[in-house]
């Protein structure tokens, strides 16, 4: 499996904006749906947005209105985060679904590809 690769994680201070690139079209297989999750320290790992085939989108509560996953012609995924705050400190990987199911519902599971990860940290 060719392995997914985030880039433009970094610091910035509460309020503040970020955009999380990654490439898909790195990755030769189908892919069914892309995803955006995050890791905090401690903390389990949590789906952030999803986006499939259809263009259909889900977000989890904590970050809708203030985070957009979208996917360019040339298929590279983007997470532009707006409105920062100290709580989205994490590591963020973007995942892809090689196969059909519910992906909109962020589920680490669902997901076969994954991303080394992105370092985000918001200060306050």
């Known amino acids: 499996q060719v392995p997914l690769v985030e880039s433009g994680g970094g610091s910035v201070q509460a309020g503040g904006s970020l955009r999380l690139s990654c490439p898909i079209s790195t990755y030769n297989r189908n892919t069914y749906c892309v995803a955006w999750f995050r890791q905090a320290p401690g903390k389990e790992r949590e789906g952030v947005a999803a986006l499939d085939r259809d263009t259909s989108v889900e977000y989890t509560d904590s970050v809708r209105g203030r985070f957009t996953i979208s996917q360019d012609k040339t298929k590279i995924m983007y997470l532009q985060m707006n409105s920062l705050v100290p709580e989205d400190t994490a590591i963020y990987y973007c995942?892809?679904?090689?196969?059909?199911?519910?992906?909109?519902?962020?589920?680490?599971?669902?997901?076969?590809?994954w991303g080394q990860g992105t370092q985000v940290t918001v200060s306050s």
């Open positions: 995942a892809a679904a090689t196969s059909p199911g519910p992906c909109g519902w962020l589920r680490v599971k669902d997901y076969d590809t």
